[in-house]
Nanobody, 119 residues
Framework: QVQLVESGGGLVQPGGSLRLSCAAS????????LAWYRQAPGKEREWVAR???????SYADSVKGRFTISRDNVKNTVYLQMNSLKPEDAAVYFC?????????????WGQGTQVTVSS
């Protein structure tokens, strides 16, 4: 069973930076996609960024140029470097893994990590 554990959230001032991590444990197969989502109070969960197993990354327009997603396939860990943070970036950030096994698709979520952007 695959488990995802996020870390790195916290309080940061506007304009500051944070790096989130998400470690995946269990049977991680090649060809997977790791992604970050976020959910602010009273809003729907939204996609932030994703990265394929061969390193192709894509971003939501709201974070493009400020956030960078990366991964370490040896450690089965995905990172989200967040720079120039804005108050509207405050949310609970979740990682999600997409993978296929025995002909089925799976997409487990992590438990989330809180990011607060405030002066």
């Amino acid at each position: 069973q695959v488990q995802l554990v996020e870390s790195g959230g916290g309080l940061v001032q506007p304009g500051g930076s944070l790096r989130l991590s998400c470690a995946a444990s269990g049977s991680i197969f090649s060809g997977n996609v790791l992604a970050w989502y976020r959910q602010a109070p009273g809003k729907e969960r939204e996609w932030v960024a994703r990265i394929t197993s061969d390193g192709f990354a894509s971003y939501a327009d709201s974070v493009k140029g400020r956030f960078t997603i990366s991964r370490d396939n040896v450690k089965n860990t995905v990172y989200l470097q967040m720079n120039s943070l804005k108050p509207e970036d405050a949310a609970v950030y979740f990682c999600r893994l997409f993978y296929a096994k025995n002909g089925y698709l799976y997409d487990p979520w992590g438990q989330g990590t809180q990011v607060t952007v405030s002066s």
